[in-house]
């Protein structure tokens, strides 16, 4: 055990030309077959049946073109075959189920509400209970339930009462309990392995609300998750037997247990969740906040275990091998063991998967001494997560995960890495210098060595943030340059902080008088790194919050990409080739600029827009002005905030909008203002505008959310009956309720009710008004007809009377919300005129006013009506 560990690098690699080196690796070629199967299925949805027989004729045609030794029609015919296998190996994935299925007990998964339907099943519990309270803010609301436990279950019987019948499939699981409740109980006496019994709601999963909203249903589907089980209380739940302790999966709890208790023993409460994530892939404890602050850093890739993680594990591993200088099949071997055991107790993605299959392939190819190619090997670990899970191509973790290896391939390879002190930018004494070691003193040895260490990292850290900061931004609105900075100057101390953390629950386990050395030092690394974290992301134009690229741009981009790193040999002289290699490395930062010129060149809408988002239980109302101004009329929900606020965030980037000139909150009830605080903390409002009743009851919240108005130097003005709001020509906003002196025991009936009138069209939006506010409004000057009615207090009976269609003789009616019976209940009091929608069922409602007064309603779910 003399040698080290010799890795493919791309300094040992073959120096031909990069044509020859894709032509050594077939790797490649059976990737790009398979992955094009896969999207022709996703794309065009062919029947299993046809992917079979293609299958068949493939490969008799290989088979026959093999034995007449007619090579290249073999070889395309096994091409072709490969693309058959990667589309029916994703239908086979994708569309089909057994007879036996769970999901088919639901007749359609059209509307998730309307399909529930209560069961009884028994199954295994095959990922690990996850236990999830609301944040404090949102204790406010007694109806919400005070905590929630996540798991996914292996379904094996469904009780009819009479007979047991063997089912199978998976199903995600929540059971709501109030803490109350569970004072001095353990909520959920079970874990990984065990047989529980169960007994609740089954629907499906709800498809996406908004545009843009997180598709849950789409991504539960990768995961062969077809159905959600509802349970109101833990007691509907029955443990019927325990995993034996002596089965793997009790070992892998037990040793996970160990590492995590031992993690929670030795580090503070601040740093807890960054120690389980880093070490052993545990995020539920990581708040929204931090997780917030990491991606703002550009580090949120530390927090999930990946390649970097895997890659140095194995290096630790290899190292502790060589320290004992044990025999290169031993090493190996145990190196295979360490990794496979590793995965065991940390839950498996595909970036995961990908490093561990690398590291096991090169550590395969250490016993034969054979030279194994860098590209050959990723392409290998994509073919087989592929195999495992063909969807995991159209994963956004995934597509970043090889975009940032295929970076650093790319990077490793060039002149201007391999040999930083050739280039013509660096002074003449030290390249002189760097080629004489002999010339060095210390300092100067220690410099030159350090600034290479600094270059290498940063040039790998900038071609990554290259290739992955669109895709980023495409998905997560989101682009941090200071990522590149962050990353490049503490690369070394996370592997510090790596380091000692597998010191920590490997040696600490064995030596457990280590145990608080090496915590010590683990737990104030960790108050560093979130001390750099919370510093980076405090930076003034460290990140930005900024709308996607289309997918066209994106297109585009990537394929300039390829076109300006893939060799082109021309017959120019040399003159020709130098300007042909420069035109080439300029077309991607032209596009950028084109991508960034786009918006600002496209002209504004000529239509006033309102968009009623979707968040659930509660309001929020986008106006757009043709002009471009801006109106949000209330911000808020009955559930998290962080929710309600990705859904009103990811709705104002994807109109273009930044920053909203005025947040309108119609009354007090946190359903309607719980996300304004995070909105306004983040900077996505100007001004803020409420009836003088928001403040009347000075409850907790409302003096809150003007406090951090404050500090945010967004100013607040009081709004009342009789008030203008300037919105650009042609556009008239009247505030018609509350008046400033009136008084209401409640705060319903003080929601502030506007009407928005453009082109002889009139847009009423009424918050929760009802009672005797809605009284006083329907006596005074009718404001019908009117073309777009907010049901007032989303739909409730009480509030939508006669009276009121009446008054306002509704060409369109939304409600905000709703519940099942909302339209039909609805329907009987409204004129048969009336359209009504509702976003609960319809998601998403946009209304669009044009200039010549022509009305349009869209909503996102037209196939619900």
């Not at 087989?384 to 295929?406: E, M």
Request: net charge neutral; with cysteine; hydrophobic share 45%.
């Amino acid at each position: 055990m003399n040698n080290p560990l010799p890795l493919s690098t791309p300094q040992a690699m073959d120096r031909g030309s990069a044509q020859s080196t894709i032509g050594r690796s077939p790797a490649l070629t059976v990737l790009i077959c398979f992955s094009l199967g896969i999207l022709i299925d996703s794309w065009f949805d062919l029947e299993l049946v046809y992917w079979l027989l293609f299958s068949i004729i493939l490969s008799a045609v290989w088979a026959l073109g093999y034995r007449s030794h007619k090579h290249s029609s073999s070889a395309i015919a096994l091409l072709l075959l490969t693309i058959c296998l990667g589309g029916m190996r994703h239908h086979e994935f994708w569309f089909c189920h057994v007879p036996n299925h769970i999901s088919r007990l639901l007749k359609s998964p059209e509307h998730s509400e309307d399909q529930a339907q209560l069961i009884r099943v028994t199954g295994v519990i095959c990922k690990r209970p996850q236990i999830k309270t609301p944040a404090d803010e949102e204790q406010f609301n007694p109806k919400q339930p005070t905590q929630q436990t996540n798991l996914i279950l292996d379904c094996r019987e469904l009780h009819t009462g009479s007979t047991n019948i063997p089912v199978t499939g998976k199903i995600f699981v929540t059971i709501y309990d109030q803490v109350s409740l569970l004072q001095g109980k353990q909520p959920h006496p079970f874990s990984i392995g065990d047989t529980i019994d169960v007994c609740g709601k089954l629907r499906m999963f709800s498809p996406k609300d908004n545009p843009h909203d997180f598709d849950f249903q789409n991504h539960f589907r990768k995961q062969q998750i077809d159905a959600v089980l509802t349970l109101k209380s833990s007691q509907a739940v029955q443990l019927i037997s325990k995993v034996p302790a002596s089965s793997w999966s009790s070992l892998q709890k037990q040793v996970h247990d160990s590492f995590a208790r031992l993690i929670r023993e030795n580090t503070s409460e601040s740093t807890q969740p960054i120690g389980l994530a880093l070490l052993l892939g545990d995020r539920s404890e990581i708040s929204t906040q931090v997780r917030k602050k990491f991606s703002q850093s550009g580090l949120i890739h530390f927090l999930a275990i990946s390649g970097l993680h895997i890659g140095f594990f194995s290096a630790f591993i290899w190292g502790i091998c060589h320290l004992l200088n044990l025999p290169r099949t031993v090493a190996v071997a145990l190196l295979l063991f360490a990794i496979i055991f590793y995965l065991s107790i940390i839950e498996i993605r595909p970036p995961i998967l990908r490093a561990a299959s690398f590291c096991a392939l090169v550590t395969l190819g250490l016993i034969s001494w054979r030279a194994i190619t860098t590209l050959n090997l990723v392409c290998i670990s994509a073919v087989f997560i592929l195999i495992i899970n063909p969807t995991d191509l159209f994963d956004v973790g995934t597509q970043l995960s090889f975009l940032a290896v295929a970076a650093i391939l790319w990077t490793v390879q060039q002149e201007f890495f391999q040999n930083p002190f050739q280039q013509h930018w660096i002074p003449l004494r030290w390249r002189i210098l760097a080629s004489a070691p002999v010339l060095q003193t210390p300092v100067q040895w220690f410099l030159i060595r350090y600034f290479r260490l600094l270059y290498s990292v940063f040039l790998v850290t900038f071609f990554i943030w290259l290739v992955t900061a669109p895709l980023v931004l495409y998905h997560f609105h989101l682009l941090a340059p200071i990522g590149l900075l962050v990353n490049t100057l503490i690369f070394p101390f996370l592997f510090l902080i790596l380091l000692l953390g597998y010191l920590l629950i490997f040696l600490g386990s064995v030596v457990p008088f280590l145990a608080g050395i090496l915590g010590i030092c683990f737990d104030y690394s960790l108050r560093l790194l979130n001390w750099i974290v919370e510093f980076a992301s405090s930076i003034p134009f460290a990140h930005f919050d900024l709308p996607g690229p289309p997918a066209w741009w994106l297109l585009v981009y990537y394929s300039l990409i390829l076109f300006s790193i893939i060799p082109v040999y021309s017959k120019f002289n040399f003159k020709g080739n130098w300007l042909l290699q420069k035109s080439r490395l300029a077309v991607v930062p032209v596009w950028v600029i084109v991508g960034l010129l786009i918006p600002l060149l496209s002209t504004n809408s000529r239509s006033v827009q309102c968009t009623f988002i979707a968040v659930n239980h509660g309001i929020s109302i986008l106006i757009e002005s043709p002009d471009g101004k801006t109106i949000l009329y209330d911000a808020g929900s009955m559930s998290p905030v962080e929710q309600t606020c990705s859904k009103i965030k990811n709705t104002l980037l994807a109109h273009g909008i930044r920053r909203v000139d005025l947040l309108l909150i119609s009354h007090a009830d946190r359903d309607h203002y719980n996300s304004a605080a995070e909105l306004i903390s983040n900077h996505y409002i100007r001004e803020l505008a409420f009836p003088q009743a928001f403040l009347s009851k000075k409850q907790p919240g409302t003096l809150s959310l003007c406090n951090i108005a404050a500090q945010n130097h967004v100013p607040i003005r009081i709004i009342g009956k009789g008030d203008q709001i300037d919105f650009g020509a042609g556009t008239a906003i009247e505030v018609l309720h509350p008046g400033f002196a009136d008084q209401y025991a409640e705060d319903n009936p003080a929601s502030l009710t506007i009407l928005l009138s453009h082109n002889h069209r009139k847009i009423l939006l009424t918050g929760d008004l009802e009672g005797r506010g809605l009284v006083k409004l329907l006596t005074e000057t009718t404001a019908g007809p009117v073309d777009i009615l907010l049901s007032p207090h989303h739909g409730s009976f009480s509030a939508n009377t006669s009276d009121l269609d009446r008054w306002a003789r509704p060409g369109y009616l939304i409600v905000s919300g709703g519940r099942k019976q909302t339209i039909p209940q609805l329907q009987k009091v409204f004129s048969a005129s009336t359209q009504i929608y509702s976003t609960s069922k319809h998601g998403a409602i946009t209304c669009l006013i044009d200039d010549a007064g022509n009305l349009e309603v869209i909503p996102f779910r037209p196939e619900m009506n």
